[in-house]
């Protein structure tokens, strides 16, 4: 005898609430309407947005090997044809098939209805083989309708929890990544003769892996290198991670800068070709005592010059790849002389490639007209400067990468 719609629902509520994952939850709410409806073979099926297909995520006395490889396209058979339309199907009587035991009304499924959650069909349910042997009636299509809203709003809430459940791992994600990368960050910029340091790291909501530093080498040489990983969350932090215990390792060895990025990228290349990921790197090397630093430039942003006495701008570049497009790339260096009041500023693209409301870029131009008109006096007021005219720029609107900034200025 068919149960009343209430308890059926009440049962399912209570069934469903037990289950910890999504795969039980179809088998119950399968096998609950199975009970109640008095059949012996039922599915669920739901509808795969990716590829457009129905899918078996739940059946009763179908053989697994069958309906585990059961696809079915829009529009096609019975199953694909209800969900088109999105209306329930009665069938009786279908004859010329011995797949059901009950010939006088074989039906692939006998009911079948729309788990709608809106306009759009989520799956459908098949039942067929009374146990009774007796015919479905439109009794039993109006009571599996009034169940299918039911089922509809239990996955959709599942699907809810599912999407909760994605981006709390995110979040979670995110929260390490951004620990690792502060980490990788120095506390404070080292104090050398001759030499003002800053540098800061304006996180975006997306982490973006991207990684500056101060290092001493020789007796009193400096050296300075921001770098930015392709590729986002822990996996771009972790090769940050790797990227700097390599260049902490290479700078005790006195080389150049160009054998120096060479010697990164044939270290970490591996690990960049498995991760399908490059580094961008500019790595500089500065002698206070002669005022000269020597450059690499590894497909990064070209870092910027102002020399004070001239009021002039250079662009310091070497036109050199990636690292990891090749593990035996050949890399360049170039020098320049600097003077008292010279100021070199280094960035990530996440300055010059930030887009405000009206869909501008901050680029390259404006950080030097930033730069020009910037009358301040130490590194770290050069750098609030440009910040503060970043942030002028993007008139709240926050950042979708990583913003780094480096300023070293000659005394």
């Known amino acids: 005898m068919t149960k009343e719609p209430l308890e059926i629902i009440h049962r399912l509520s209570q069934a469903i609430s037990k289950a910890p994952k999504l795969e039980e939850i179809y088998t119950i709410i399968l096998e609950e309407i199975a009970e109640a409806m008095g059949v012996e073979r039922a599915s669920i099926m739901r509808f795969d947005t990716r590829v457009h297909i129905l899918r078996v995520v739940a059946a009763r006395g179908i053989e697994p090997e069958i309906w585990k490889r059961l696809e079915i396209h829009v529009g096609e058979g019975v199953s694909g044809r209800v969900w088109q339309e999105g209306k329930p199907l009665l069938i009786r009587g279908m004859k010329g098939s011995d797949r059901y035991k009950t010939h006088s009304f074989m039906v692939a499924p006998v009911t079948c209805f729309p788990m709608k959650v809106g306009e759009t069909p989520i799956g459908i349910i098949n039942l067929t083989d009374k146990i009774s042997g007796e015919p479905f009636t439109e009794s039993d299509l109006k009571l599996l309708t009034t169940l299918s809203d039911q089922v509809a709003a239990y996955l959709h809430l599942c699907d809810l929890l599912d999407q909760l459940k994605i981006a709390q791992q995110a979040k979670m994600q995110l ?30 909501e997306r982490v973006g892996a991207d990684y500056y530093d101060f290092l001493l080498h020789g007796k009193n040489d400096l050296s300075l290198c921001i ?146 008109k ?38």
């Open 374 to 411: 910037d009358g301040t006096v130490t590194a770290q007021e050069t750098l609030n400067a440009l910040l503060k005219d970043f942030e002028k720029f993007m008139g709240g609107k926050p950042a979708q990468d990583d913003v780094s900034l480096v300023v070293m200025k000659v005394e």
């Open 175 to 204: 929260e390490v990544a951004r620990e690792i990368q502060q980490r990788l960050l120095p506390r404070v910029p080292p104090k050398i003769k001759g030499v003002d340091l800053a540098g800061c790291l304006i996180p975006a």
């Open 227 to 372: 770098a930015d990983v392709s590729g986002h969350s822990v996996g771009g932090a972790l090769l940050a991670s790797a990227f700097r215990s390599c260049l902490r390792a290479e700078v005790q060895t006195v080389r150049k800068p160009s054998s120096i990025v060479a010697a990164l990228n044939k270290m970490i290349f591996p690990d960049l070709l498995q991760s399908e990921q490059f580094i961008s790197v500019f790595y500089a090397q500065y002698q206070p005592k002669t005022k000269t630093l020597f450059f690499t430039n590894a497909g990064h942003n070209p870092g910027l010059l102002w020399q004070a006495k001239k009021k002039n701008p250079e662009w310091l570049f070497t036109q050199d790849s990636l690292l990891g497009i090749e593990p035996d790339a050949p890399y360049h260096q170039k020098k320049c002389k600097l003077a008292s009041g010279d100021k070199v500023v280094l960035y990530t693209d996440g300055l010059t490639e930030a887009q405000n409301a009206k869909n501008e870029r901050y680029g390259s131009r404006r950080l030097l007209n930033a730069l020009e």
